[in-house]
């Protein structure tokens, strides 16, 4: 199992990057979580921007979007 790299930005807010981890690009995810606001997601390559639902499930991480529209 890989590891990733977190950064601990002030009381109880973290920060960690998933490579390739955009659904939309494939690019790097920098997911951001605190306890007031939730986790919010954000790819510096095609700029999305995603409200993010962030858990631990079967000994890894379960990372979650909610569905806004179904065309």
């Known amino acids: 199992m890989t590891?990733?790299?977190?950064k601990t930005l002030g009381d109880n807010i973290a920060e960690f990057t998933l490579p390739e981890g955009c659904m939309l690009c494939g690019g790097a995810l920098i997911i951001r979580s605190s306890?007031?606001?939730?986790?919010?997601?954000?790819?510096?390559?095609?700029?999305?921007?995603?409200?993010?639902?962030?858990?631990?499930?079967?000994?890894?991480?379960e990372i979650a979007y909610a569905t806004r529209a179904v065309a």
């Open 3 to 6: 590891s990733i790299p977190e």
């Open 35 to 61: 306890p007031g606001n939730g986790s919010h997601s954000y790819c510096p390559h095609c700029h999305w921007l995603s409200r993010t639902r962030v858990r631990m499930h079967n000994g890894g991480l």
